[in-house]
C-alpha cells in the first residue's frame, strides 16, 4: 500500500479493512522502502504483479544492469509488433522529454504539420484561453477535450451551472424590458425563481440543502441587481458570426450552442496590421444607453472575479484574459451606427464580488493593447506553440495549486511539476510570443480602470 500520493505529496491513510482482517494486518505485511525497491527485488519473480507491475519489473531491472528500456524484449512482447514499439518509445521520450531541457513536443511544441487546423474566425474567449495558457486552449479549443459533467458526483452548484443560470435569468429579464416592460422587481424574481427550479430539476443546483441556500442567494443577487439596474437598455445578447452562441463561452458559464434570438451581425473585422486581420464571432450580453446617448456595453459576471480584479489593476484587458469588452465595444459602435466614445463594463452580479464593476472607455491605447495582445496570441497559435503556463503559485482547499490551474478542468492532465517545466522551457526562442503575453502594458493603462460604484445613468 502506498504511503503517498506521488502527484499530491499527501499521505495516505490505510484502509480501516485491512486492519480488521487479522491475516492482512499481522501474517502478509511486509514493509518495503519503496515502490520501485519492491518490483525490483528477487521477490517479484515470485509474485503475483498485474501485467503493467510485471513489465515496469522487467524494465527496471533492466535499467539497473545498464541495458536501455527501449531494446528489452518485454518491450516487444508486450505489445503487438511492430505497432507497439514506436508507441512505446514515444512513452520513453515523453517521459525523458523534461530532462532534456528545450521546448519539445511533449511539452506543446506542435508545430505546423501535425494536422491542427486553424479556425477561420475567432470569439473572443477562445483566444482568452490561450492567454490564460495555451496548453488550455489546445486541449479545449482544438483538441475538443470536454470534462465530463457528473452533477451526481458533486454536493455542491458548480460555478459554471451559477454563471450560466444569471446569464440566462437576466438575458429573459431585460429582453422583457426591450419589448416593453417597466423595471419591475417582481418579474424579475419569478423568472429567478422559474429558471432555478429548472436547474434544479435538472440537477445542477447541488444537494437539497445546498439547492435551498443558492435559491435564497440567487434572489438576494437579483435584488442587488435591480437597484443597480438603471440604465436603459437598448439591446441584448446580440450576436456577432455565424456559430457565435457556441464558441463565445466565458470560463463562468456552461459550454452550449443556444439558438440566437434577435438580431446577428457579421463577423467583427479587426486589422492587426502587417494586412493581418481577426475576424471574431460572438455573443454580447447588452447594451444600454446614457441619457447623453453613449453606449454602455456590460458583460455580466458571477462568482467573486478576485483574479480579473487583480489582473485588471496591472492591465485593463487582462493580459489577454479580458478581451471582451473592447471586442465588444466595437460591435455595438457597428449595430448602433455610433461614432463616439462607447463606455464598456464587467458588471460583477455575485454578492461575494471584490468590486461592483471594472469598466472604461474605449480608446486609442486600449485598441493600441488589443493589438499587442492578439498578435502575440494568434503569432503563438499558427506557430504551433501550446506550453502549459502554470502561473504563480496559490492554494485551494484541496492543496496547492497555481493561479491558472484553479479552475482548469485538466488539472489532472498536466504534471506536478508544470511550473518547473515552464520556468525550464521560457527561454526557447519559440516562445518568445507566449512570454510577451505577460508582460505589462507600456505605458501603464491600470489606473483608466474604474472598479468604483456602478454607472445608475
Ligand atoms: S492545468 Fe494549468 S498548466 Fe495545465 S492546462 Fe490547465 S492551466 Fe494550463
Known amino acids: 500500500m502506498p504511503r503517498v500520493d506521488p502527484r499530491t505529496g499527501r499521505e495516505l491513510g490505510r484502509s480501516r479493512w485491512l486492519d480488521e482482517t487479522y491475516a492482512l494486518a ?49 518491450v516487444v512482447e508486450c505489445l503487438p509488433a511492430p505497432a507497439g514499439v514506436p508507441a512505446l518509445g514515444r512513452s520513453f521520450a515523453a517521459a525523458r522529454a523534461p530532462l532534456t531541457g528545450g521546448f519539445t513536443a511533449f511539452e506543446g511544441n506542435v508545430g505546423t504539420g501535425e494536422g491542427i487546423t486553424l479556425p477561420d474566425t475567432f470569439a473572443p474567449t477562445q483566444l482568452e484561453d490561450y492567454a490564460a495558457c495555451p496548453r488550455r486552449y489546445l486541449f479545449k479549443r482544438l483538441l475538443k477535450l470536454n470534462e465530463r459533467i457528473r452533477p451526481e458526483a458533486t454536493e455542491e452548484m458548480a460555478p459554471a451551472d451559477r454563471g450560466s443560470l444569471v446569464h440566462d435569468i437576466l438575458a429573459r429579464y431585460v429582453r422583457g424590458r426591450l419589448d416593453g416592460a417597466p423595471r419591475d422587481l417582481d418579474r424579475l424574481l419569478a423568472i429567478a425563481d422559474e429558471c432555478f427550479s429548472l436547474a434544479e430539476q435538472e440537477g445542477r443546483c447541488g444537494a437539497p ?24 437598455p437598448v439591446e441584448v445578447e446580440l450576436s456577432f458570426g455565424e456559430t457565435a452562441a457556441a464558441f463565445d463561452v466565458a470560463e463562468d458559464r456552461v459550454e452550449g450552442d443556444k439558438p440566437v434570438e434577435g438580431p446577428a ?72 451606427g455610433w461614432k463616439g466614445s462607447v463606455r464598456t463594463r464587467y458588471w460583477l452580479t455575485s454578492l461575494r464580488r471584490e468590486k461592483p464593476q471594472a469598466a472604461y472607455t474605449i480608446d486609442e491605447k486600449i485598441l493600441e493593447r488589443l493589438r499587442s495582445l492578439l498578435d502575440h496570441i494568434t503569432t503563438g497559435i499558427t506557430t504551433g506553440v501550446f506550453p502549459g503556463v502554470p502561473g504563480d503559485e496559490t492554494y485551494r482547499p484541496s492543496g496547492p495549486t497555481f493561479d491558472h490551474c484553479v479552475h ?25 510570443a507566449v512570454v510577451a503575453l505577460g508582460e505589462p502594458p507600456e505605458p501603464d493603462l491600470g489606473s483608466i480602470v474604474d472598479m468604483g460604484e456602478l454607472e445608475l445613468r
Do not use: H, N
Not at 507491475?53 to 544492469?65: D, F, G, I, K, T
Open 26 to 74: 499481522s501474517q502478509t505485511e511486509t514493509p518495503v522502502a519503496s515502490f520501485a525497491a519492491d518490483i525490483e527485488s528477487e521477490a517479484a519473480e515470485t509474485m503475483p504483479l498485474s501485467g503493467d507491475e510485471r513489465l515496469l519489473s522487467s524494465l527496471s531491472r533492466a535499467v539497473r544492469a545498464g541495458r536501455t528500456p527501449e531494446s528489452e524484449p518485454a
Open 209 to 232: 440543502v445546498i439547492a435551498r441556500v443558492e435559491r435564497s442567494v440567487l434572489m438576494r443577487e437579483m435584488r442587488q441587481f435591480f437597484e443597480e439596474d438603471l440604465l436603459e
Open 265 to 336: 451581425l457579421p463577423a467583427l473585422e479587426f486589422p492587426l496590421g502587417g494586412g493581418r486581420t481577426v475576424r471574431f464571432i460572438g455573443r454580447l450580453d447588452r447594451i444600454d444607453r446614457r441619457p447623453d446617448g453613449t453606449p454602455v456595453v456590460s458583460d455580466y459576471k458571477s462568482g467573486k472575479q478576485s483574479t480579473l480584479v487583480s489582473s485588471m489593476r496591472q492591465d485593463p484587458l487582462g493580459f489577454g484574459t479580458r478581451l471582451q469588452l473592447p471586442i465588444y465595444g466595437r460591435v455595438a459602435a457597428a449595430f448602433l
Open 408 to 432: 482548469c478542468p485538466f488539472d489532472m492532465m498536466c504534471p506536478v511539476d508544470r511550473d518547473r517545466r515552464w520556468a525550464a522551457e521560457e527561454a526557447a526562442p519559440e516562445l518568445a
